[in-house]
């Protein structure tokens, strides 16, 4: 499996997830039961935020910083979303190989970390998946089903069309 096929999986799962989660109230969006950064709109979002923060890093750009608080619904950061994940995918699928293995030097919240980048790829992909595990943690907590968006279901649905 190439990165671009993780890429198109994690944005797909994203997809199966954010769609879940549209049928939710304000407050129930909002809510932080288990103190701050616990709600399901923290937990849709920061990741993208990441992802596109990431992407910047890997491309020598500035680091955009989002204001996370800004989403009203699970729309809300589908609509932001979209084109985020658009130019991660483009950025990951015209990735000659050589570049995979270029090291970047990434000044984050919390420290430095020195990864290639296609280690930064697989970290991107793989933080997304433990915060739409969180986000199915939330609805399931708050009475509310959720997809299952486990790779699994993707290639399954990538062969059966």
Request: charge should be negative; proline fraction near 5%; hydrophobic fraction near 40%.
């Amino acid at each position: 499996m190439t990165l671009i096929d993780l890429c198109r999986y994690d944005a797909w799962a994203l997809e199966k997830l954010t769609s879940a989660c549209n049928g939710l109230s304000p407050d129930e969006f909002a809510a932080e039961p288990f103190g701050k950064g616990s709600s399901v709109r923290f937990h849709l979002a920061h990741p993208i935020s990441a992802m596109d923060r990431y992407r910047a890093r890997i491309l020598g750009e500035p680091v955009p910083d989002y204001d996370l608080n800004a989403f009203e619904s699970a729309k809300d950061v589908q609509d932001w979303a979209a084109p985020l994940i658009f130019r991660f995918e483009l950025m990951v699928g015209e990735m000659p190989e050589s570049e995979r293995t270029r090291v970047v030097d990434h000044a984050t919240r919390v420290g430095v970390y020195r990864m290639t980048v296609e280690e930064t790829v697989r970290h991107v992909l793989n933080h997304g998946t433990y915060h739409r595990g969180q986000v199915a943690a939330l609805l399931r907590t708050a009475g509310h089903d959720f997809p299952d968006t486990d790779l699994l279901f993707w290639v399954v649905e990538q062969a059966t069309g």
